[in-house]
């Protein structure tokens, strides 16, 4: 868990500061969704791969014997198109989590920063999201 606080002078700033962070995230989908995409061509390639080898008598054996677990981080080693394909489609998952929390949170200030009101603000980020923020009025 990463904590960060930045300052802004006013809400717009950190308004701001969202959009940009909104575009990086978006662009970031954008490139995981187009390489889950060509995870999905291979790994149904590979399963009809391996239901041919079956038809012709092969054995498939299980393919989480390459994976490893520790305290903080999973191992792969060798990975099955599959094991990436779930491996990302929690990585979109929660980056889509996170873009739709940013646009709430978004939405919700841009009133308060339409008021021109003079503020000073403090932003706490816990995991590259905003999650308290320090209005003072200046």
Do not use: C, H
């Not at 491996?87 to 940013?102: G, M, Q």
């Amino acid at each position: 868990m990463t904590t960060l606080i930045k300052e802004f002078s006013s809400i717009g700033e950190f308004i701001k500061d969202v959009d940009s962070t909104l575009a990086d995230y978006r662009r970031r989908l954008g490139e995981l969704l187009r390489r889950l995409e060509d995870l999905r061509v291979k790994a149904e390639q590979e399963k009809r791969l391996k239901e041919l080898l079956s038809k012709l008598g092969g054995s498939t054996s299980g393919a989480s014997a390459n994976a490893i677990k520790l305290k903080t981080i999973n191992l792969v080693m060798n990975p099955s198109p599959q094991q990436e394909i779930s491996a990302l489609e929690e990585a979109v998952e929660n980056l889509n989590s996170k873009i739709t929390t940013l646009q709430a949170m978004k939405k919700d200030l841009e009133m308060i920063a339409n008021a021109e009101i003079e503020v000073k603000v403090s932003a706490i980020y816990v995991d590259g999201l905003p999650k308290t923020l320090f209005i003072k009025i200046m």
